[in-house]
C-alpha cells in the first residue's frame, strides 16, 4: 500500500518540476529562436525550428555596424574582468576595516554605507556624467570601474562584513601574539577563510558587469568600445531598417553562455557564502 507520505513526495516533485519547465522555457525558446528566421520567430511560439538555420550566428557575429561581436566580447570581459578585480580588493579591504576595527565616528560610517544601498542610482547620473566628462574620462571605462576602486559596491562591502562576522575573533587575537600585523591577518589567516564569499563577490560582479547596458551606454559614445550589452542592439538593425531578431536571439545565446558556465562552476562556493554571510558566530 502506498504510503501518503510518498505520494506527497511524488505530488511535491511534480510541481517542482512544472516549476523548473516554466522558468527554463524562455531560455528553449531563445535557444530555439537563435536557429530561425525572423518569420518564423513570430509564427512559431514553440522553441524547436522547423527549418534550423545558422544565419543568425554567422550574420549576427558581423553585426550591422563596423566592428563585430568579437570586438564586443573583448571589450566586455576585459572590462569585466578590470571591475571585478579592483572590487575584490576594494570591498575585502574596507570591510575589513569594519569589521574587525574601531575608529572615529564608525558607527556613522556604517549608517551611510547602509544608506546608500537605498540610494537609486539614477539620481546621480547627470551630476557623475559632468564630472567624469570634466575629468576626461568619456568613451572609455574609467567611469564605470574607477568607482569600483573606492568600494562603490556597497553591497559588497556589506555582505562581506556579514561574513567577517563569522569569523571569531580569537583568531585575530592569536596571531596578534605571534606578532602578525593587520595585513598579515588579512591576507594569511582571514581571506583564505573568506573564500566562499569572496567567490559570490566575483560571481555577482561578473555577472551584473557583463549585462550591464545603462552605464556603458551613456558613457561610451564609439562602437570600437561597446560591450556585448550595447553591441546587441545594432544586431537587430539591418539594411534599410529591417529587423533582425534572429540575430539578437543567436548574439543572445552566446552573451549568456560565460556566465552560465562561471555559476554551474562556482555555484557550490557560491551557496555557502550566501548561506554563511548572514550568520553572527
Sequence with gaps: MIKRKHIN?????????????????????L?????KTTHEIFADPYFIPRNPTLNGYINGWRSSGNADFGIFFRNTYVYVA???SVTVIA????????????????????AILIATLLFPGTVILI????????????????????????????FFVFLLIQFFRT??????????????????????????????????????????TGNEFLGPMIYISSEWNYPVAVGLRL??????GVMHWENTMAMSVLAIIPPLIAFVCAQRHFVEGISTSGLKG
Excluded: H
Design 91 to 110: 570591498a575585502v579591504i574596507t570591510s575589513y576595516g569594519f569589521a574587525r576595527f574601531d575608529f572615529f565616528l564608525k558607527k556613522q560610517f556604517m
Design 167 to 208: 569569523l571569531p575573533r580569537e583568531m585575530d587575537e592569536a596571531a596578534m601574539i605571534d606578532g602578525c600585523g593587520a595585513i598579515r591577518r588579512l591576507v594569511s589567516i582571514l581571506i583564505p577563510l573568506l573564500k566562499p564569499a569572496i567567490i559570490t563577490v566575483i560571481l555577482f560582479q561578473f555577472i551584473w
Design 82 to 84: 578590470a571591475k571585478v
Design 31 to 35: 535557444l530555439g529562436s537563435s536557429f
Design 235 to 240: 544586431s537587430v538593425g539591418g539594411g534599410e
Design 9 to 29: 513526495l511524488v505530488l511535491w516533485y511534480l510541481m517542482l518540476a512544472g516549476v523548473g519547465v516554466v522558468m527554463i522555457y524562455p531560455f528553449l525558446w
Design 127 to 154: 551630476p557623475s556624467y559632468l564630472v567624469f566628462n570634466w575629468l576626461g574620462w568619456v568613451n572609455t571605462y574609467l567611469p564605470l570601474t574607477v568607482p569600483s576602486l573606492f568600494a562603490a559596491d556597497t
